[in-house]
């Protein structure tokens, strides 16, 4: 049984800032992370076609890592995180994928020798655990995940990540018909068990080879329902929802750390602020330097508690000023290094707040993703902490009661983001509070009506 | 520390809101004779009971079951797209009206024994090596609402699948999502293997990290940014356009 957090590491919420958390990690070549300073997370895609083979694939990570090291010595930075997402080849084949990290690390070791650089090097295994048809979160795909995350941390990863997929089914029908009970159903329970089960495993992993179980993200279901809604002119889904959705994400995102993770959490966790307020652990975020992959509503506030700040992916490529990669990192490493001079000017508690309030009124999103309002939905997770379901609605009704209680002359909303949060708010007040019942009555519902979920296969029912 | 976003920020979407409810636009747009506008309201509700029951009602009442397809259920779905299209509702409720018109067509085609012409036929697929199928989904869902046949391939299809169906359906138009620029290329050989076959079928491609510089890069493809261009595609073949026409209209970049 995984020890559930029942209360937060932070006793105030203004106590949370960038670059600094309660328990900050190292990795091998030096690089802390939350240990005072933020440094720039480069993330990357290999070009289409390098994907045919293994010596291709090799080859165009070489190429990508020099470049990026390159650029970060030329440019004077004291650190430099690297993230690889795989690309499924990589993880299927879990040579490939350890064979891309050992050449990785080989060449930022070679950097850090000759200048003394701090380097990390983060691997994401894809989530393979899928058939053509239907999720098999366990079984024959799930022992090759495991054997991907063996061959990476052999081969030097020093922390180790994933997006997982749990749940995904349900919200995918979910939340194209707003049904809210469907969201916390997906995301907050059965996101959270298959949470629990994989990070048990990872951090066994992670501690037989000396490396750091580090954490996951919603991306597969809040990120969804952020990407759906969209730009404030989209009509595709309603922000309040999208923010809802992603109050649910934290406490499963938090089931990893549960289970065993130590951070620094993966960079498209929006809800990371959330999560960092429970467990002091690191986090990575994207926002405004993260453009080249997708745009948000809140790329300032975003890195008010960042400990890594992340360009979330680029496609390899050249560019005026040098490859994708060279480009990216620099931008971000030169947004660390605005963030570190506040924090040796003793300004950073300052720069954190304008920050967040060049977006906080943006958009119903940022609003509650905001530091002090993040904190609150936090309390609210940890208040029922040892029930899975009981604080996934807590999460739900905390967004919907930060949003109800903003001054409407700041925040202000659509009649349609309004109309949309008062049916969500009416749906969760409907709701049970007996998980037993919840549990029994949406799988009831949900095998009638979504004919790709198998429960037993995947949650072990 | 706070601020005053006014000076900062627009939130052009609440200021460009309509000044009629969803609903009263809606209300405007039904037919005004029953049981049309009962059976209409409930598809904008998305309550397929009172879609069911309202059907009941027009058969019993000697309405021909299969025309109260094209007479009333689709009536209901357009304006459902209309106001979708107009911005004034989002897709969850376009998604709900769906589900319920299409419930209805079922009960219709079961009670009338046989089912009315479709506009066109759309083969659909999420790309080979690529299990996002979410976007696929919506783009399926939108084209049913809009009155086309649906072959759903699925996702992760491999390309000698999509060529067969193709073959075996002669759609109107054919699909492909994808959401990883690694899958994406399946479009390519899709493309290749269907001129091969001296098959010049339109085909729509979109999806989270295929881009209109991608798409444009083989000579079937047409780039849908949006899931609501898929119905808005088909329309436009339907209406004579040809490939040349179909990019000048949907190229936007």
């Known amino acids: 049984m995984v020890k559930r957090y029942t209360s937060l590491a932070y006793k105030n919420a203004d106590d949370m800032i960038f670059g600094k958390s309660v328990y900050p990690v190292k990795a091998e070549l030096g690089l802390e992370v939350g240990a005072g300073y933020v440094t720039g997370e480069v993330n990357y895609a290999p070009r289409p076609e390098a994907g045919v083979s293994k010596e291709k694939l090799v080859s165009e990570y070489r190429r990508l890592t020099t470049d990026i090291m390159a650029r970060a010595v030329q440019v004077g930075f004291p650190g430099i995180s690297l993230e690889t997402e795989h690309v499924e080849q990589m993880t299927n084949n879990p040579d490939w994928g350890g064979e891309v990290a050992h050449v990785q690390k080989t060449i930022m ?10 380097t990390a090097l983060r691997h994401t295994p894809g989530d393979i655990r899928e058939n053509r048809d239907l999720l098999a979160l366990i079984g024959a795909k799930y022992d090759t995940l495991m054997e991907s995350f063996e061959a990476v941390a052999d081969a030097g990863a020093d922390f180790l990540s994933i997006e997982t997929m749990g749940g995904k089914e349900i919200l995918d029908y979910a939340i194209l018909r707003n049904d809210i009970p469907g969201l916390v159903y997906a995301i907050g329970c059965l996101g959270s068990i298959d949470m629990t089960m994989i990070w048990e495993d990872i951090r066994k992993i992670a501690d037989k080879k000396g490396r750091i179980a580090a954490g996951d993200t919603d991306c ?19 922000h309040t929802i999208a923010i809802i959705a992603r109050a649910i994400s934290a406490p499963r995102t938090l089931a990893g750390y549960e289970a065993g993770a130590q951070g620094p959490g993966k960079d498209c966790g929006y809800e990371n ?16 330097t993260s453009t080249c992959a997708h745009s948000d509503v809140m790329g300032n506030l975003v890195m008010q508690c960042c400990d890594l700040w992340s360009n979330e992916s680029v496609e390899y490529h050249g560019e005026f000023g040098g490859t994708s990669v060279q480009c990216w990192s620099e931008s971000l490493n030169y947004d660390a290094a605005m963030l570190n001079v506040a924090t040796e000017t003793g300004n950073a508690k300052m720069l954190r707040d304008i920050l967040v309030l060049s977006d906080k009124y943006r958009d119903p999103q940022g609003y509650v993703l905001a530091y002090d309002n993040a904190y609150s939905v936090a309390e609210a997770i940890a208040k029922d902490g040892d029930d899975l379901y009981l604080r996934a609605k807590n999460a739900a009704i905390a967004c919907c009661d930060i949003l109800n209680a903003a001054d409407k002359k700041k925040l202000v909303m659509s009649k349609f983001e309004t109309n949309a949060l008062n ?9 049970t509070d ?26 072990k029912f | 520390m706070d601020v005053d976003p006014s000076k900062i920020l627009v939130r052009y979407n609440v200021a460009k809101e309509k000044a009629q409810t969803p609903e009263e636009m809606a209300a405007e747009m039904y037919p005004s004779t029953e049981p049309a506008k009962t059976i209409c309201a409930a598809i904008f509700d998305g309550e397929e009971d009172d879609v069911i029951e309202g059907l009941e009602k027009a058969i019993e009442g000697g309405a021909d079951a299969v025309k109260l397809i094209d007479d009333v259920l689709m009536v209901g779905m357009k304006i459902v797209t209309d106001l979708y299209d107009q911005g004034v509702i ?42 996002h199928d979410i976007g696929k989904s919506i783009v399926a869902a939108l084209l049913r609402a809009a009155g086309y046949e649906v072959v759903d391939l699925g996702r992760d299809v491999p390309v000698d699948e999509v060529i067969a169906a193709v073959k075996k359906e002669s759609p109107m138009m054919l699909t492909g999502t994808a959401l990883m620029t690694t899958t994406m290329y399946a479009f390519k050989e899709v493309n290749d293997r269907l001129l091969e076959s001296g098959i010049k079928v339109p085909f729509q491609c979109g999806g989270g990290a295929v881009n209109q510089d991608f798409v444009t890069q083989y000579e079937l493809g047409v780039y849908g940014e949006e899931a609501a261009d898929a119905p808005k595609m088909a329309d436009a073949i339907l209406s004579g356009k040809g490939l040349a026409q179909l990019k000048e209209q949907f190229h936007k970049h």
């Open chain 1, 273 to 288: 602020t959330i999560v960092k307020a429970i467990t002091g652990c690191p986090i990575a975020q994207e926002g405004k």
């Open chain 1, 434 to 459: 007996e998980a037993d019942t919840f549990m029994s009555d949406s799988m009831e519902k949900y095998k009638a009506e979504v004919a790709v979920f198998r429960p037993d296969d995947n949650y």
């Open chain 1, 220 to 238: 597969s279901q809040a990120n969804t329902a952020m990407f759906i809604a969209g730009g404030l002119l989209d009509k595709n889904l309603a």
């Open chain 1, 423 to 431: 049916d969500a708010k009416a749906a969760l007040d409907a709701m």
């Open chain 2, 90 to 131: 989002f897709l969850p409720n376009v998604m709900m009206s769906a589900d319920a018109m299409l419930e209805g067509i079922e009960y219709c085609k079961e009670q009338g024994g046989a089912a009315p012409k479709p506009k066109g036929k759309v083969v659909c697929h999420v790309a080979e090596g690529d299990v």
């Open chain 1, 109 to 118: 070791e070679e950097y850090h020798e000759e200048y003394g650089i701090k």
